[in-house]
C-alpha cells in the first residue's frame, strides 16, 4: 500500500533523522569507489511519479535508495505529513564516503525533477545544510549520539523528543544509544 494511503498518526514529529547507508540506500559509501556525477545517473522508474533518477554509478556499483524510502519522501514532498523536516546523522567511514554521499543526495529523485537533497532542505534556511550532519570528522565522530545528535539539536532547534530517528546499526543499537544519551 502506498505510504500516501497508510494511516497518519495525529501527532508527527517535528525531524525525521536518517541514517544513510544500509537506512536510505544500499551499497554502504565506502565501499564505492568514485563520486557519482550527472553522467553517472541511472534512470528507472519512481513508482506513480514517473521516471528519474533511481540510482547513480559509484565505480564498479551502483547506488541505490530503497523503494520504500523514495515513497517517504515522496510523501513528505507532497506535504502529506505537513511541515515535518528532515535530517540526516549518518557516521559514513571516510571523507570519500561523505562526498558521494553528499553528492548522491544531490542526484537521486524522489519524483523527476525533484532530488532527495530538495525534499530533505525543505523547511530549512535556503543554502543550509546543518541538517545533514554526514561523517566522522570532528566535531563529529562513529557515536551519534555525542556527535550527531546533539549538532542537529544545537543547529535545528528541535529537541530530542520531537525527533524521529532511522538507523540500521548492525554491531549495536544506535537508536537505543542516542535514546540513553540524549535527554
Not at 85 to 103: F, G, L, Q, W
Not at 155 to 163: D, F, I
Given at each position: 500500500m502506498p505510504v500516501s494511503k497508510r494511516f497518519i498518526p495525529a501527532v508527527l514529529p517535528e525531524l525525521i533523522v536518517f541514517d544513510l547507508d544500509h537506512c536510505v540506500w544500499l551499497p554502504e559509501t565506502y565501499t564505492l569507489d568514485s563520486i557519482p556525477t550527472t553522467k553517472d545517473k541511472v534512470i528507472g522508474?519512481?513508482?506513480?511519479?514517473?521516471?528519474?533518477?533511481?540510482?547513480?554509478k559509484c565505480g564498479n556499483a551502483t547506488l541505490s535508495p530503497f523503494p520504500e524510502v523514495v515513497e517517504i519522501?515522496?510523501?513528505?514532498?507532497?506535504?502529506t505529513y505537513?511541515?515535518?523536516?528532515?535530517?540526516?546523522?549518518?557516521?559514513?567511514?571516510?571523507?570519500?564516503?561523505?562526498?558521494?554521499?553528499?553528492?548522491?543526495l544531490q542526484l537521486l529523485e524522489v519524483k523527476p525533477g525533484v532530488t532527495f537533497h530538495q525534499v530533505m532542505a525543505r523547511g530549512w534556511?535556503?543554502?543550509?545544510?546543518?541538517?545533514?550532519?554526514?561523517g566522522r570528522t570532528p566535531p563529529l565522530?562513529?557515536?551519534?549520539?555525542?556527535?550527531?545528535?546533539?549538532?542537529?539539536?544545537k543547529?535545528?532547534?528541535?529537541?530530542?523528543?520531537?525527533?524521529l530517528f532511522f538507523d540500521?546499526?548492525?554491531w549495536g543499537d544506535h537508536c537505543g544509544t542516542v535514546v540513553r544519551k540524549c535527554k
Open positions: 522508474s519512481l513508482g506513480s511519479a514517473g521516471n528519474g533518477c533511481t540510482g547513480v519522501m515522496q510523501a513528505i514532498e507532497a506535504g505537513g511541515n515535518i523536516k528532515v535530517a540526516a546523522a549518518s557516521s559514513a567511514d571516510t571523507p570519500h564516503a561523505v562526498k558521494i554521499a553528499k553528492s548522491a534556511p535556503e543554502g543550509s545544510t546543518d541538517h545533514l550532519q554526514i565522530s562513529s557515536d551519534k549520539a555525542t556527535a550527531h545528535f546533539p549538532v542537529l539539536k543547529l535545528t532547534g528541535v529537541e530530542y523528543t520531537g525527533m540500521d546499526c548492525n
